[in-house]
């Protein structure tokens, strides 16, 4: 088989997924701030999750789902009225926590190594988390499904899941990238006011994001 029809199809797969994901988000918000603080041990199902889940997201576009999506609305105005609150409330605790004098607390506690060893974070509230602002999205099923699945379809028969393997490489490499680089910024958010600073971004980008949300409709 040429590389034209299956190198060329998953290059182009993979700009469009990072062109899709790599942007200011609920999901990558949260994991830009779990990567300071949480240990490997939790980041690597966390970003698995993520990767996974744009996998299954994108391989069922394909096969065809995108057309069940686009057929049941009532579908999204779920997903788009409990995502929202859902939010809403995320962003307005963030707010709450960089409002508050007490933010030391939340500077990653670290070994004799200088290594954040992730103490205070649940592995099962980390996952839970990040399942909500991956699911309980509704632009993730536009995106994903609906228009990443229809631009699949439109390559040729015998490129079709190059081009899809290549979307599914983006979102392994930038979560990853994402989860495992934001530990890079620990000499930063070792100042109590660093971790203010992002956690007013974080309700700002939060509240925005689920209020665009529940006027969407």
Sequence with gaps: MPLSSTLLPALLGLGTGLSLIVAIGAQNAYLLKLGVVA?????LPVVLLCALSDAVLIAAGTAGVGA????????????????????IVYG????????????????????????????????????????????????????????LGSLANQQAPNAR?????????????????????????????????????????IAVVMVALGLRLALAG
């Design 92 to 147: 307005l605790l963030a707010a709450r926590r960089a409002l508050r004098r007490g933010s030391e607390s939340m500077a990653p506690t670290t070994d004799s190594a200088g290594v954040g060893n992730g103490k205070g974070i649940r592995l099962g509230s980390a996952i839970a988390t990040v399942a909500a602002f991956t699911w309980l999205n509704p632009h993730v099923y536009l995106d994903a499904v609906v228009f």
């Design 161 to 201: 899941w190059w081009w899809v393997g290549g979307a599914v490489c983006a979102s392994f490499v930038w979560f990853f990238s994402l989860g495992f680089g934001a530990r890079l910024l620990r000499p930063l958010f070792g100042k109590p006011l660093a971790w203010r600073v992002l956690d007013g971004l």
């Design 68 to 87: 069940v999506v686009q057929r049941a609305p009532d579908v999204l105005v779920v997903a788009r009225v409990v995502g929202s609150g859902f939010l």
């Design 39 to 43: 240990a490997r041990r939790i980041m």
